[in-house]
């Protein structure tokens, strides 16, 4: 079976090629074309300019998608495409063109839910395909990106239940704000991961003198807030004399705080709902989950903490948005699979 894959959620335009065989899973293709320097003067993501360049880019990278995979457009057997949630407008962009799509080949369309599909996305990097799922549920899945933070309770594929959710901004959302502050452009994570970095290593035994709340980390429930970290920052660059802000080891020192100011509240939130729960995997997903310092303390806290869990964390480049993560969904969802076009509609506000 080969599937195809098409994300419009935000600014990426993303297809992919997905083969299964034998209860294997090969991503024949998963390009993207990113719009991230498009965006980057406005300092977050305008939604009508995303739309105009989905329009323009669907077509190109589809067709891109087909060469790299060396596949005909008629040997496509599934088609999968994220109906949200997501920007509205940016959503129908998918949606059309991959109807298009289904009606020119006669193929059936699964509608996909763009939050299970980063929790699916772990999917694609089994050594072991998808033989032996059933021994990774119960699982606590954290998804974590610039516009959702959630934890929920995943029983089975298609069985979830949100045990938690930011309160306000979401974690990707915070790194991107507290950027801004300190004077750097859109997206803010990446850079600040990379600020911090120099830091520790310009000083391997680095602590922090900035110390910055961590919002929310000790309440009983599983929810999260970070504006009050946004503001925090805020203040505290706000009270340091002009010489001082443009320092580089003043703006190191608080990309490093900041960084784990965030990491801090998801792991330990994460960490307290999986021992709860008594769950037998913790699933990371979510372009936030592609952060290094994220990654390798959630895997030093499991180890640390002796616990008897499975820890499951994307490749990198399958945390961010892609369509790849789309396809595999899809496969999961072949009952859902439809020809009723005049059902098929976008929610950009959809929960899982």
């Known amino acids: 079976m080969k599937i195809l894959g098409i994300d419009t959620s935000c600014d990426d ?18 390009i993207i074309s990113s719009q991230v320097k498009l965006h980057a003067k406005y300092g977050g993501v305008y939604p009508f300019l995303a739309k105009r360049e989905h329009q323009r880019n669907l077509s190109i990278v589809f067709k891109k998608a087909l060469r790299f ?3 005909a457009q008629y040997k496509i057997d599934l088609i999968g495409v994220t109906a949200g949630p ?7 962009q998918g949606v059309n063109f991959a109807e298009k799509i289904a009606k020119e080949y006669r193929k059936s369309l699964i509608l996909v839910n763009h939050i299970e599909a980063h929790i699916l996305a772990n999917f694609l990097n089994l050594k072991s395909g998808i033989s032996g799922l059933k021994s990774i549920f119960p699982a606590v899945c954290l998804v974590v990106s610039g516009g959702h933070t959630q934890l929920i309770l995943m029983e089975d594929i298609g069985r979830y239940k949100l045990i938690g959710e930011t309160r306000d901004d979401a974690a990707g959302e915070c790194f991107d704000k507290t950027a801004r502050i300190l004077g750097f452009g859109y997206p803010g994570g990446p850079v600040i991961a990379t600020e911090a970095v120099k830091l520790k290593s310009e000083n391997s035994n680095f602590k922090s ?12 429930d599983y929810d999260f807030s970070f504006s009050g970290l946004k503001t925090a920052v805020l203040y505290e660059f706000k009270k340091q004399s002009p010489r001082i802000r443009k320092s580089k080891i003043y703006i190191r020192t ?3 705080e900041i960084q784990q100011a965030i990491v801090d509240v998801l792991i330990y939130k994460t960490i307290k709902a999986a021992k709860n729960c008594k769950v037998k995997s913790i699933i990371l997903g979510g372009g936030v989950a592609a952060n290094n310092e994220l990654r390798k303390q959630f895997q030093a806290t499991v180890y640390n903490q002796k616990l008897i869990i499975n820890f499951l964390v994307p490749s990198k480049n399958l945390c961010t948005d892609n369509a790849a993560m789309v396809a595999v969904t899809a496969y999961f969802h072949q009952k ?5 076009w005049q059902k098929i ?8």
């Open 13 to 30: 335009t993303c297809v992919a090629l997905l083969e299964i065989k034998n209860r294997n899973l090969k991503i024949l293709s998963n």
């Open 69 to 71: 995979a060396s596949l």
């Open 86 to 92: 997501g920007l509205e407008p940016c959503l129908w």
């Open 209 to 220: 003198k900035i110390k910055l709340p961590r919002p929310m980390m000790y309440t009983k």
């Open 254 to 256: 608080m990309c490093a």
């Open 336 to 340: 859902k699979a439809t020809k009723s």
């Open 345 to 352: 509609k976008v929610d950009a506000n959809l929960k899982i």
